[in-house]
T-cell receptor
Framework: QKEVEQNSGPLSVPEGAIASLNCTYSDRVSQSFFWYRQYSGKSPELIMS????GDKEDGRFTAQLNKASQYVSLLIRDSQPSDSATYLCAVNLLNQAGTALIFGKGTTLSVSS | EAGVTQFPSHSVIEKGQTVTLRCDPI?????LYWYRRVMGKEIKFLLH????????ESGMPNNRFLAERTGGTYSTLKVQPAELEDSGVYFC????????????FGPGTRLTVT
């Protein structure tokens, strides 16, 4: 079983809709969860971090964490064409020494105007 | 505040040659990480420095890869001799001492070995 799994997409949504991106992870005791946004040819940009169960909101972005079900999601409200990018889920697994992040392959989001 | 910078942005070398990649972390960030993304795969961890010390190098693929961080500032990653499977994008990331998991990435160096 892969450690961090994401649907590669592409996920296509119309402008103004809610985009929902999902991520599952294998290590039940993982503690730290992150969403990165990566535009084509650019660096991954940290957009959200979440450490405890529940929702965390930041502007149009909401991260949701459910440790019992081992998934973390990212909701993007009022999606804009500028949100079109690849979204990477990353976790820190407690069964791995150190503070390295484990990444999923990413989900490509396309927002059409 | 300047972000993480990497040089070069792109390098094309022949199999058997040597390449050195450089990373300048965000000023004041003690933690420096190297990651690599091979085409079609996820970003994978290579190693982690805390200041000038190697904290974790469990992701280094083999002894053809040598990383250094002299003086705890910039870091270099040397591949010698390069093999075809070393092709990919090499990312550097840095984070503050008290917030190691919130890592900020550089633009990456795209390495092509022919």
């Amino acid at each position: 079983q892969k450690e961090v799994e994401q649907n590669s997409g592409p996920l296509s949504v119309p402008e103004g809709a809610i985009a929902s991106l999902n991520c599952t992870y294998s290590d039940r005791v993982s503690q730290s969860f992150f969403w990165y946004r990566q535009y084509s040819g650019k660096s991954p940009e940290l957009i959200m971090s979440i450490y405890s169960n529940g929702d965390k909101e930041d502007g149009r972005f909401t991260a949701q964490l459910n440790k019992a079900s081992q998934y973390v999601s990212l909701l993007i409200r009022d999606s804009q064409p500028s949100d079109s990018a690849t979204y990477l889920c990353a976790v820190n697994l407690l069964n791995q020494a150190g503070t390295a992040l484990i990444f999923g392959k990413g989900t490509t989001l396309s927002v059409s105007s | 505040e300047a972000g993480v910078t990497q040089f070069p942005s792109h390098s094309v070398i022949e199999k058997g040659q040597t390449v050195t990649l450089r990373c300048d972390p965000i000023s004041g960030h003690d933690n420096l990480y190297w990651y690599r993304r091979v085409m079609g795969k996820e970003i994978k961890f290579l190693l982690h420095f805390v200041k000038e010390s190697k904290q974790d190098e469990s992701g280094m693929p083999n002894n053809r890869f040598l990383a250094e961080r002299t003086g705890g500032t910039y870091s270099t990653l040397k591949v010698q001799p390069a093999e075809l499977e070393d092709s990919g994008v090499y990312f550097c990331a840095s984070s503050q001492r008290g917030r190691p998991y919130e890592q900020y990435f550089g633009p990456g160096t795209r390495l092509t070995v022919t």
